[in-house]
């Protein structure tokens, strides 16, 4: 299994605002993976954040809107920039281990005012 | 493109009851399939994953099936309990690291 922590666990943000997310895995992995659930629907994937490289984005996420770091290979943040309403979520980090099960964070519930 | 189906959204049922969950796919080519539980406001817990070349996986009262011929996945609770109520999701991939996401079943179970 893999223990996946997030910070912060929820946030309320004015419009306008950036807020910041961080992921940490207990140990080395390649792919993190940055998830937004919108309210009342399934997950979607943002990106996948490679260590060493650009993050790689999903058609309709740009790097603009949710820049990435992996800074190593066992840590991420997303960023989700210039908030409005319409990006309160909840943002989910996962990573894949043991024969290709994907483990997920705890998620960040994200509020734009 | 790959679409991915839960029936029913929601269900409720009362306590000790035997109950499937759906997962429907419409592209065959799967690599694996994976179902998930979220508790209200949480992230995902792994329950089950099966690989193409399985036909199912058990653990505990929990018993996933894979057909993919039929395009379908079936999540079997045996003797639902109260703690059992949450939102399962099913995901499949096919060879790369995305996942494609069902919308999910929210089921209640009754004391």
């Known amino acids: 299994s893999a223990v996946i922590s997030q910070k912060p666990s929820r946030d309320i943000c004015q419009r306008g605002t950036s807020l910041t997310i961080q992921c940490q895995v207990d140990?080395?992995?390649?792919?993190m993976f940055w998830y937004r659930q919108q309210p009342g629907q399934s997950l979607t994937l943002i990106a996948t954040a490679n260590q060493g490289s650009e993050a790689t984005y999903e058609s309709g996420f740009v790097i603009d809107k949710f820049p990435i770091s992996r800074p190593n290979l066992t840590f991420s943040t997303l960023t989700v920039s210039n908030m409005s309403p319409e990006d309160s979520s909840i943002y989910l980090c996962?990573?894949?281990?043991?024969?290709?099960?994907?483990?997920f964070g705890p998620g960040t519930r994200l509020t734009v005012l | 493109k790959q679409e991915v189906t839960q029936i029913p959204a929601a269900l409720s049922v009362p306590e000790g009851e035997n109950l499937v969950l759906n997962c429907s796919f419409t592209?065959?080519?799967?690599?694996?399939l994976q179902w998930f539980r979220q508790d209200p406001g949480k992230g995902l817990t792994s329950l089950l994953l099966?690989?193409?070349?399985?036909r199912e996986q058990t653990s505990g009262r929990l018993n996933a099936s894979l057909d993919k011929s039929s395009g379908r996945s079936t999540l079997y609770i045996a003797a639902s309990q109260p703690g059992d109520s949450a939102t399962y999701l099913c995901a499949l991939t096919s060879g790369t690291y995305k996942y494609i996401f069902g919308t999910g079943t929210r089921l209640k179970v009754l004391a």
């Open positions: 592209d065959s080519a799967i690599y694996n």
């Open positions: 140990s080395q992995v390649t792919m």
């Open positions: 996962s990573v894949e281990r043991s024969g290709d099960t994907q483990y």
């Open positions: 099966i690989q193409s070349s399985q």
